[in-house]
């Protein structure tokens, strides 16, 4: 799929927890609400052309079919005009059929079995895409802590989880490192044949969290061809790992200008988290990513390196998974 097939800035946002949000907020995607970041009115504002719709918790297997039953309730309902993206063909279609894509993702797999036979019924759902751990632990490795200041986890991916990894590259399936620990990412860089994302993590550089990643993660997922999609939680941006909500925007443009310098600007694109933490102040929601595209052009970003960060970044890993 060439750029060109593409709207300008057209945006694909690699993380969004709005399926959780629209639940505890009682709202619905077709309406625009001043609550949370994400609903179709506000995607259209944004450019918003796909994201990947992640439900959470993914601990057992109730919880994952209750989260898909709730997804694919969402695409089903011609009011929210909303459509499960299995191929890169799919997303070419969007703006014909006027719907926004819904790349259905899993955040943490603990209610996957072992034979993998879950995940082969979800894939012909449409699943294609993956988080192996939330921050916690399952059987298939373990995941980094929410406190700034913890301790490196010396644990890793297990055999299982390996295995899991050569499944979905076999399926067609991406597999995303965001919320691992240090060693299970070194561990799930070294199982995989197919690029890794980071779907949602920013720069331990700038920000010495540690969910965000170390120069060294940063050219490892490089080296393999992925991708890391900046977070816009204020913890995961800012040098301080507050949660402050004056957090400047600009700071958003700053890890990003981190990994272009780094290791190039084929390896960034978007993962904000909304509706599942807190942004700053000036983004607000997801109408926001108007703002940083125009921090990008003032930083004299060019078109094609914009487009590669909204969504040509993606579009690759899709052309290399997907199947």
Not at 29 to 51: Q, Y
Not at 166 to 178: F, H, K, M, T
Not at 289 to 302: G, H, M, P, Q, S
Request: charged letters at 25%; glycine letters at 8%.
């Amino acid at each position: 799929m060439s750029d060109n097939e593409m709207k300008s800035h057209a945006i694909i946002d690699g993380h969004t927890d709005v399926l959780l949000q629209l639940t505890m907020q009682q709202r619905k995607f077709s309406e625009e609400s001043e609550k949370g970041h994400v609903d179709l009115p506000r995607m259209k504002k944004a450019n918003e052309i796909a994201a990947f719709f992640a439900i959470w918790p993914g601990t057992n297997q109730y919880y994952i079919l209750k989260g898909t039953r709730q997804l694919l309730g969402l695409v089903e309902n011609p009011k929210n005009e909303a459509k499960i993206i299995k191929e890169v063909t799919d997303l070419e279609k969007l703006e014909k059929e006027n719907k926004i894509g819904v790349i259905f993702h899993i955040e943490g797999i603990g209610g996957f079995d072992t034979e993998f036979h879950l995940l082969h019924v979800l894939y012909h759902l449409g699943l294609r895409s993956f988080g192996i751990t939330w921050s916690d632990e399952n059987i298939f490795g373990t995941g980094s802590s929410f406190n700034p200041n913890a301790p490196k986890d010396k644990r890793g991916l297990t055999a299982e989880g390996r295995e899991l990894i050569a499944e979905a590259n076999d399926l067609g399936v991406i597999v995303d490192v965001s919320h691992l620990s240090d060693k299970s990412f070194w561990d799930a860089i070294d199982a995989t044949n197919k690029p890794l994302i980071a779907s949602h993590s920013n720069c331990r550089a700038i920000s010495p969290h540690v969910r965000n990643l170390t120069d060294e993660m940063i050219q490892a997922l490089a080296d393999i061809g992925g991708v890391m999609g900046m977070n816009f939680s204020n913890a995961f941006l800012r040098p301080d790992c507050e949660r402050t909500p004056d957090t400047p925007l600009t700071l958003v443009v700053d890890h990003i200008d981190h990994i272009r310098d780094l290791v190039g600007i084929d390896h960034v694109a978007f993962g904000s988290d909304f509706d599942g933490t807190t942004v700053p102040t000036e983004i607000k929601d997801c109408t926001g990513f108007n703002k940083i595209i125009a921090e990008l052009v003032r930083r004299d970003y060019t078109e094609e390196e914009i487009n590669k960060i909204c969504h040509g970044n993606f579009i690759r890993i899709f052309e290399q998974v997907w199947k």
